[in-house]
């Protein structure tokens, strides 16, 4: 409760609230803790028993063979050229719809907006199996294809996001633009577009971290090994008959550093966007 | 402000400018998803020629021995302990981070941080956490003299660890309720302690029914997530053992890309539409009798 009334609670009451609070705490970070050790720990350390909790020894030996036999170099340049495209495309034409929903009077707007509303929900596996048979005809399949050029025609939850930030800057702008003989692109490219720098950090950061972590798509499109990207590549790493979890761990550490960075950095403009979504909604 | 009228001229620059999305909606969802309904009264695989098989994948869904169904009923208990258990931890951990602790901020940060980690990572670090012989889990239990738990090798336990690793990802609806918390005024609980309510008689009284339309939308986006959880399943115990975790995703997912069966996936695929829209109407439904809502009305679209 955010009430000043329970700051004010008998000591007892504080102690156990910071003892709590600590528990969540390890409970929360230990697994990420843990991949973070056992990468660092050499091969020997995987199965030792009792288990290490605090690293004795350091060795990248996990790392070389996470790069030497499994690749994981040519999986991180794949996501990361599938990240380029998927971050323009993404922002650009979320940021242009969001204006137009924003913006312009024309019939079936709400209906319309209702739309990009109710398809933030549709579940993953009602779109991917139509999707599927569709880029399987267009000869997509084995390309990157499939997980790009959707991006291009916006994305339901940032269209939300854009909307919602553009509708707040003040209409006048907009007005004496037009009046100085400025056209609607005028208006997008050279008022607002300049103005939108807080939800385009909050659509990248998101879009940077669902692409990173981005699993089942890649699995449905992607089977060649020289076409995995990053967690896919972890994925394949799983074998019933033989795991390297040496090599596991290393990759797991490494996919997992880049979105927690990202995230400790720009936290404020991911939660921002989770709460717009949240209490907008 | 705003004219009341609009010109024929900003009408069509509407238009255009929500084009690349209304172009997109119907090429990659509306289209395929209408082929796709179509395909579901078909036996098509991709290879044989499409032939009308009427409402013969549905009814193969419900055939007993099938996976569909064991499936579905896995599925059905999965939801049923998954969604309440989310909702409880995650405003649970909200409310204890709105009490004026030092570290509050941190501690958001690290609950919500499972949320930016991938499927394949996440259910690696759980698999092997999970290990019956050297994994910390039992090593910890070894403590207590409890003998190792066979967390994802025994049919009879293994789905409920991988409920289990659901809790760790409740992030997303921890900072929802967060901010609802936060918004609720303070005047409210200033006004009950002066009347002597007890701390939980304010939980239930004041703070239940003022989030309440964050509880209505973190059920709706977590029973939705539930209903098709796939990735702990591929990643941690490849739906066994013995079938234990083959949920209907999962079958699902096996018949549409495995087995190239597209008109039977695609009827399973649309029967567990049907399943989340008529819970998630009935939830929308029953919220006007438990859902606040300032301006009367129960609406929160």
Request: proline share 6%; charged share 10%.
């Given at each position: 409760?955010?009430?000043?009334?329970?700051?004010?609670?008998?000591?007892?009451?504080?102690?156990l609230?910071?003892?709590l609070?600590?528990?969540?705490?390890?409970?929360?970070?230990?697994?990420?803790?843990w991949?973070?050790?056992k990468?660092?720990?050499?091969?020997i350390a995987?199965?030792q028993y009792?288990?290490?909790v605090?690293?004795?020894r350091?060795?990248?030996?996990?790392?070389?063979?996470a790069f030497?036999t499994f690749?994981l170099?040519?999986?991180?340049?794949n996501?990361l050229?599938?990240m380029?495209?998927a971050?323009?495309?993404?922002s650009?034409?979320?940021s242009v719809?969001?204006?137009?929903?924003?913006?312009?009077?024309?019939?079936g707007r709400?209906?319309?907006?209702?739309?990009?509303?109710a398809s933030?929900?549709?579940p993953?596996?009602v779109?991917?199996?139509p999707?599927?048979?569709?880029?399987?005809?267009?000869?997509?399949?084995n390309?990157?294809?499939?997980?790009?050029?959707?991006?291009?025609?916006g994305?339901?939850?940032y269209i939300?996001?854009?909307?919602?930030?553009?509708t707040?800057?003040?209409?006048?702008?907009?007005?004496?633009?037009?009046?100085?003989?400025?056209?609607?692109?005028?208006?997008f490219?050279?008022?607002?577009?300049?103005?939108?720098k807080?939800?385009?950090?909050?659509?990248?950061v998101y879009?940077?971290?669902r692409?990173?972590?981005d699993?089942?798509?890649?699995l449905i499109?992607l089977?060649?090994?020289?076409?995995?990207?990053?967690?896919?590549?972890?994925?394949?790493m799983?074998?019933?008959?033989?795991m390297?979890?040496?090599?596991?761990?290393?990759?797991?550490?490494?996919?997992?550093?880049?979105?927690v960075?990202?995230?400790?950095?720009?936290?404020?403009?991911?939660?921002?966007?989770l709460?717009?979504?949240?209490?907008?909604a | 402000?705003?004219?009341?009228?609009?010109?024929?001229r900003?009408?069509?620059?509407?238009?255009l400018?929500?084009?690349?999305?209304?172009?997109?909606?119907?090429?990659?969802y509306?289209?395929?998803?209408?082929f796709?309904?179509?395909?579901?009264?078909?036996?098509?695989?991709?290879?044989?020629?499409?032939?009308f098989?009427g409402?013969?994948?549905?009814?193969?869904?419900?055939?007993?021995?099938?996976?569909?169904?064991?499936?579905?009923?896995?599925?059905?208990?999965f939801?049923?302990?998954?969604?309440?258990?989310?909702?409880v931890?995650?405003?649970?951990?909200?409310?204890?981070l709105t009490?004026?602790?030092?570290g509050?901020?941190?501690?958001?940060?690290?609950?919500?941080?499972?949320?930016?980690?991938s499927?394949?990572?996440g259910?690696?670090?759980?698999?092997?956490?999970?290990?019956?012989?050297?994994?910390?889990?039992?090593?910890?239990?070894?403590?207590?003299?409890?003998?190792?738990i066979?967390?994802?090798?025994?049919?009879r336990?293994?789905?409920?660890?991988?409920?289990?690793?659901?809790?760790?990802?409740?992030?997303?609806?921890?900072?929802?309720?967060?901010a609802?918390?936060q918004?609720v005024?303070?005047?409210?609980?200033?006004?009950?302690e002066?009347?002597?309510?007890?701390?939980?008689r304010?939980f239930?009284?004041?703070?239940?029914?003022?989030?309440?339309?964050?509880?209505?939308l973190?059920?709706?986006?977590?029973?939705?997530?539930?209903?098709?959880?796939?990735?702990?399943?591929?990643?941690?115990?490849?739906?066994?053992?013995a079938?234990?975790t083959?949920?209907?995703?999962f079958?699902?997912?096996?018949?549409?890309?495995?087995?190239?069966?597209?008109?039977?996936?695609s009827?399973?695929?649309?029967?567990?539409?049907?399943?989340?829209l008529?819970?998630?109407?009935?939830?929308?439904?029953?919220s006007?009798?438990?859902v606040?809502?300032?301006?009367?009305?129960?609406?929160?679209?």
């Amino acid at each position: 409760m955010s009430g000043g009334i329970n700051g004010t609670g008998q000591p007892s009451r504080r102690l156990l609230l910071y003892v709590l609070m600590t528990v969540v705490c390890i409970v929360f970070i230990f697994p990420v803790y843990w991949v973070f050790i056992k990468s660092i720990n050499g091969p020997i350390a995987i199965f030792q028993y009792p288990p290490d909790v605090f690293p004795a020894r350091l060795s990248l030996a996990n790392f070389q063979s996470a790069f030497g036999t499994f690749h994981l170099h040519r999986n991180f340049l794949n996501t990361l050229k599938i990240m380029v495209f998927a971050l323009l495309g993404a922002s650009l034409s979320s940021s242009v719809v969001g204006y137009g929903f924003a913006r312009m009077r024309f019939r079936g707007r709400s209906a319309l907006f209702l739309v990009v509303i109710a398809s933030i929900f549709v579940p993953w596996d009602v779109k991917v199996i139509p999707q599927f048979m569709e880029f399987s005809a267009l000869g997509w399949i084995n390309t990157y294809l499939p997980l790009i050029v959707p991006l291009w025609f916006g994305f339901p939850f940032y269209i939300f996001i854009f909307r919602q930030f553009i509708t707040q800057i003040p209409y006048e702008l907009d007005e004496s633009a037009i009046l100085d003989g400025c056209t609607r692109v005028g208006v997008f490219s050279r008022i607002i577009l300049p103005n939108l720098k807080p939800p385009f950090i909050t659509v990248l950061v998101y879009e940077f971290v669902r692409v990173w972590n981005d699993f089942l798509d890649p699995l449905i499109y992607l089977n060649k090994s020289a076409r995995y990207t990053l967690s896919l590549g972890i994925y394949h790493m799983v074998s019933p008959w033989f795991m390297d979890w040496g090599a596991l761990m290393a990759a797991s550490a490494l996919s997992v550093l880049f979105p927690v960075l990202v995230f400790f950095l720009l936290q404020k403009y991911l939660f921002g966007g989770l709460i717009l979504s949240g209490l907008k909604a | 402000m705003r004219q009341i009228g609009a010109t024929a001229r900003e009408r069509l620059s509407g238009y255009l400018f929500i084009s690349p999305w209304l172009i997109g909606f119907v090429v990659f969802y509306a289209g395929p998803m209408l082929f796709s309904f179509a395909v579901s009264f078909t036996n098509w695989d991709f290879f044989k020629n499409m032939t009308f098989v009427g409402l013969r994948n549905y009814f193969r869904i419900f055939s007993p021995g099938e996976d569909a169904l064991a499936g579905l009923r896995k599925t059905l208990l999965f939801v049923v302990l998954e969604v309440p258990l989310q909702m409880v931890c995650s405003l649970a951990i909200a409310q204890l981070l709105t009490e004026k602790l030092r570290g509050a901020n941190v501690a958001r940060s690290l609950v919500y941080l499972p949320a930016v980690i991938s499927g394949p990572a996440g259910g690696l670090i759980w698999r092997y956490m999970f290990n019956t012989q050297t994994g910390i889990f039992n090593y910890v239990l070894s403590f207590f003299n409890v003998k190792p738990i066979p967390w994802i090798e025994d049919p009879r336990i293994a789905l409920f660890s991988i409920i289990g690793t659901g809790l760790w990802a409740v992030g997303q609806p921890m900072i929802l309720f967060l901010a609802a918390l936060q918004g609720v005024p303070t005047v409210f609980y200033e006004a009950a302690e002066v009347d002597g309510a007890s701390r939980w008689r304010r939980f239930f009284s004041i703070t239940l029914p003022m989030i309440s339309p964050t509880i209505l939308l973190n059920v709706v986006i977590i029973m939705i997530n539930q209903f098709q959880v796939l990735a702990p399943l591929l990643v941690i115990t490849s739906g066994g053992p013995a079938k234990a975790t083959y949920l209907y995703s999962f079958v699902e997912y096996n018949n549409a890309f495995k087995f190239l069966k597209m008109g039977y996936a695609s009827a399973l695929s649309w029967f567990m539409f049907l399943i989340m829209l008529v819970v998630t109407l009935l939830l929308f439904r029953s919220s006007r009798r438990w859902v606040y809502s300032e301006s009367g009305r129960g609406d929160i679209l």
